[in-house]
């Protein structure tokens, strides 16, 4: 062989290795891509069945300021809100209620004032937010509230127990909303209603921009003054922003086999109420 013809086939040779390392590098690197993709995957999964795990302590922390705070923030809107809910039912004497989310009690206590007969069951995961509610069901003229310290997800009731379930301002931090639906679902009579508080956006853009202003750069300031925990007045703000919008947390409500689904906006949208009742 020349000299010319060796150095062709030399050139060849390391071509065409060249070509099979390149080849080889480039299926290697998309093998790589592709597993990480996966596993990113796998885990925004089961990042997405997890519940937020910092929800609780944030609870016990603001507990003793979250009255103050509450009726402080929406200019005392969440009573009217609570006595809406209160209206909504359909309630006939001594019925078996369920509040979730109840925190410090308000939900049960406006309940009591209408219906003084019906038995409230209240569920929190916070001790420190029950504790309170506690005092002021003591405090009141009601002795037909229970308390639990317990998960949304794991209610230590029977199924098919309760007339009614309610719940106000507990949904947004929940991220398996539909999850919990079927849950309460389950644990309603045939026909048991389920209602639903929770604050919304404002549909009315200039509406929705001012509430925002306010939402995102004052409330966090007087949230961080009165309770100390900026955490939690800056997590407000977004887990409202990321709420779903009505219509589609309607079509959860349904798809968790709840009829009669409707909802009521209030105060120019800023809170809404869902209602819907288990299907027969
Ligand atoms: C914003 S507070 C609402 C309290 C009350 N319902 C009201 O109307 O003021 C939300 C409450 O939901 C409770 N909570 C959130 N996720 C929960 C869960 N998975 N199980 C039980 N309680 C939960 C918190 O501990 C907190 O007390």
């Known amino acids: 062989m020349s000299h010319a013809m060796s150095v062709k086939h030399n050139y060849l040779k390391t071509n ?3 070509n099979g390392e390149d080849i080889f590098r480039k299926f290697l690197n998309h093998l790589v ?18 519940e937020l795990p910092f929800i609780q302590d944030m609870f016990e922390s603001i507990a003793h300021r979250y009255d103050l705070l509450n ?7 969440d009573i009217m809100w609570r006595n809406k809910l209160v209206q909504t039912l359909d309630l006939s004497g001594n019925e078996n209620i369920l509040d979730v989310a109840s925190g410090t009690g308000d939900v049960a206590l406006s309940i009591c004032q209408q219906y003084p007969s019906v038995h409230i069951h209240c569920i929190d995961f916070s001790f420190n937010m029950l504790r309170l509610a506690n005092q002021k069901i003591k405090a009141s003229p009601h002795t037909l509230i229970n308390t639990a310290c317990a998960d949304a997800f794991d209610l230590p009731y029977p199924s098919e127990y309760f007339h009614a379930a309610t719940m106000a301002f507990g949904i947004r931090n929940v991220v398996n909303k539909q999850k919990l639906l079927r849950t309460l679902y389950h644990h309603l009579v045939p026909g048991g209603q389920l209602l639903i508080l929770e604050l919304t956006l404002p549909e ?20 961080r003054m009165i309770s100390k925990n900026s955490f ?13 919008p009505s219509l589609d947390f309607s079509k959860m ?6 009829k009669g689904v409707k909802w009521l906006p209030m105060t120019g ?3 809404t109420l869902f209602v819907g009742s288990r299907a027969d």
């Open 253 to 258: 409500m349904k798809a968790s086999g709840f």
């Open 269 to 271: 949208g800023i809170c």
């Open 16 to 18: 065409n290795i060249n």
């Open 33 to 50: 891509i592709n597993i990480i993709f996966i596993l990113m995957h796998d885990l925004r999964l089961s990042m997405d069945k997890h």
């Open 232 to 244: 939690a007045y800056d997590y407000l703000p977004n887990s409202v922003i990321s709420f779903p």
């Open 71 to 77: 009726r402080t923030l929406s200019l005392k809107q």
């Open 204 to 223: 009315i853009i200039v509406l929705q921009n001012l509430y925002l202003l306010y939402f995102k750069k004052l409330l966090p300031m007087i949230g």
